[in-house]
Nanobody, 114 residues
Framework: QVQLVESGGGLVQPGGSLRLSCAAS????????MGWYRQTPGKQRELVGK???????YYVDSLKGRFTISRDNGKNTVYLQMNSLKPEDTAVYYC????????WGQGTQVTVSS
């Protein structure tokens, strides 16, 4: 089992920045991939991006340039740096871990509003 705990969500003004963190614990194996999804009410959960334990990253095209995913393997933690935030980025953001099985965090709310 793997447990994921997200932090860093909150309210931010349009154009602002926010960094989310997700700490994994439990049966962490290598290789693995950690990533971020987001979901707004009435919509399907969508992929934001992901990063392998080797450091390879993937982002959805619409978020490239504004969002950056990084990780600290020593801390089993993945980060999502979000810049130039827009109201349409408002969502619940979920961390994922994929290794032997796929696990989800509880989600953290990000609200972009003036």
């Amino acid at each position: 089992q793997v447990q994921l705990v997200e932090s860093g969500g909150g309210l931010v003004q349009p154009g602002g920045s926010l960094r989310l963190s997700c700490a994994a614990s439990g049966s962490i194996g290598r290789p693995n991939t950690m990533g971020w999804y987001r979901q707004t009410p009435g919509k399907q959960r969508e992929l934001v991006g992901k990063i392998s334990s080797g450091g390879s990253t993937y982002y959805v095209d619409s978020l490239k340039g504004r969002f950056t995913i990084s990780r600290d393997n020593g801390k089993n933690t993945v980060y999502l740096q979000m810049n130039s935030l827009k109201p349409e980025d408002t969502a619940v953001y979920y961390c994922t871990y994929v290794g032997v099985g796929k696990y989800w965090g509880q989600g953290t709310q990000v609200t972009v509003s003036s």
